[in-house]
């Protein structure tokens, strides 16, 4: 049987499943109240592709700062690398981005609540990455730079043409799944009264007192970014494991 | 080459592995390094190839001096090859591509001029038919021999080759060192350590047995694999040929 079309059976079956669970429930669907609000569904989705694209970028860029901490050999650099991600790490992203906006923030002086959760969300989603790429660069064998250095090749040409090829290729999967977590912690950003894509379910939902109709547009809304970066991610990582 | 080595140490952190070793060859075509694990020819092999920098000491072939500082030791790994236990090749590229990167990115050679010289090594060696692939698609015969190969092509004095033949099964262990004697005809020098002292005996021109840091034999091979008057040495030897 070919793939797609087994998917495709376990989805009809798991949506019958759910389907038929609603069915023994005496539940009054108002899909009607709730189409009324679509414009607000979709600037709160518009606002959580646009949260996350940013946050997706800041947050890689923090991670290979941070990488590059973690594996100084000066002991200030690396302590600055090892406390933030343990800190990062250590704490839920709630207390990150409330501590953020009302604490330090506001101390700061800065008041866009939208920078501000992109900034908590980058800075959360960082400490991640930099494990991520930490492990990736420590899974290339000694050799590989021994190699580069015995046939002459800069410290630059090295990074170039044969660790960071080799990194990206490693690290592939777990950044992608990275970015999915990262999606789907966006939605946090509704605490701090972000605009985005779940904070317009939980509004809607207090108009129209319609929560299941509220909020499973809300998970088709996220599965809709998530499912292709999965899929988007899997090709890659086929291609790139034969090249490996 | 002419190797003349004086009171060489080096440490790692508070380890002394190289204890004020000291060798001084005849004029030799193959230098081969023997020894226990952990005596130090892994060590030595990667000064004498201009990979580390010993914490004292002197190394000179052919009256030229090693130099300590990183630029000019870099210059002067690109004028050597080096071969080590596994994992030479880059894995992303074709074996072709692995050779030629040295060609095209350290000895400016346009793409090419770097095929064309490749191409006759390849051939020689029965490796043309490969080129084209991965190493994770090669043996590991092929990928030893592969590596030797992209460290020939850059046409180096000589060649340092750190136990090529260990992470191989007898049969691709012979393909490589036969690729090594024939090598030797051809009038490559080269340093090499290894624990495959039947090839030893019959491609060295000098044997020298590295342990505790030290030079503790030094002469033909015959002499000091089969006949050594070093208690240590004859030891060695009678252990693992027996």
Redesign the interface.
């Known amino acids: 049987m070919p793939r797609w079309l087994a998917h495709t059976i376990v989805v009809i079956l798991f949506a019958a499943l759910i389907a038929l669970a609603f069915s023994r429930v005496d539940y009054a669907w108002n899909w009607a109240g709730v189409w009324e609000y679509r414009q607000k569904f979709l600037q709160g989705f518009g606002v959580t592709v646009a949260l996350s694209l940013a946050s997706l970028v800041a947050s890689t860029l923090i991670g290979i700062v941070a990488a590059v901490l973690l594996g100084s050999k000066n002991v200030m650099l690396e302590a600055v690398g090892r406390v933030y991600v343990e800190l990062i790490r250590g704490t839920p992203l709630l207390v990150q981005l409330l501590l953020g906006f009302y604490v330090v923030a506001s101390a700061v002086g800065l008041e866009n609540r939208y920078v501000v959760g992109v900034l908590v969300l980058a800075l959360f989603s960082g400490a991640y990455m930099a494990e991520i790429f930490r492990g990736g660069l420590a899974a290339i064998p000694q050799t590989q730079r021994d190699s580069a250095r015995a046939i002459g090749l800069t410290p630059w040409q090295s990074l170039r043409l044969v660790i960071l090829p080799q990194a990206v290729r490693l690290v592939l999967p777990a950044v992608a799944g990275q970015f999915v977590s990262l999606i789907k912690d966006s939605s946090l950003l509704s605490v701090i009264a972000v605009s985005e894509f779940t904070l317009a379910a939980q509004e809607v939902n207090s108009f129209t007192y319609s929560t299941l109709e509220s909020y499973l547009p809300l998970a088709a809304g996220y599965l809709l970014l998530t499912l292709p970066l999965s899929a988007l991610s899997r090709l890659l990582e086929r291609r790139y494991r034969y090249e490996m | 080459m002419l190797l003349d080595i004086h009171n060489l140490v080096q440490r790692f952190g508070t380890n002394t592995v190289l204890d004020g070793l000291a060798l001084q060859t005849g004029d030799v075509r193959a230098l081969v390094l023997v020894g226990p694990s952990g005596g130090g020819k892994s060590t030595l092999l990667r000064i004498l190839?201009g990979?580390d920098v010993p914490v004292a000491g002197s190394v000179a072939f052919d009256g030229e001096q090693l130099p300590r500082d990183e630029p000019a030791l870099?210059?002067y790994?690109?004028t050597v090859?080096?071969v080590?236990?596994?994992?030479?090749?880059?894995?992303?590229l074709t074996a072709l591509e692995n050779l030629l990167?040295?060609l095209i990115?350290?000895h400016g050679l346009s793409e090419p001029e770097a095929r064309a010289r490749v191409r006759e090594p390849l051939e020689r060696f029965g490796l043309a038919d490969h080129a084209h692939k991965?190493p994770?698609e090669l043996s590991g015969g092929q990928k030893q021999r592969i590596?030797i190969l992209?460290?020939l092509v850059?046409q180096p004095k000589r060649l340092f080759l750190d136990e090529p033949t260990s992470a191989l099964d007898p049969e691709m262990t012979a393909e490589v060192l036969e690729m090594i004697g024939e090598l030797k005809e051809l009038g490559t020098q080269f340093v090499l350590v290894t624990h495959e002292m039947g090839f030893a005996r019959r491609a060295a021109d000098e044997v020298a047995f590295v342990g505790d840091g030290r030079v503790l034999a030094h002469g033909p091979p015959a002499e000091i694999i089969d006949r050594s008057d070093v208690p240590r040495v004859r030891s060695f030897f009678a252990r693992i040929l027996s």
């Open positions: 190839a990979l870099r210059e790994r690109r090859g080096t080590f236990q596994a994992y030479n090749l880059f894995p992303h990167m040295p990115h350290v991965r994770a590596a992209r460290a850059v």
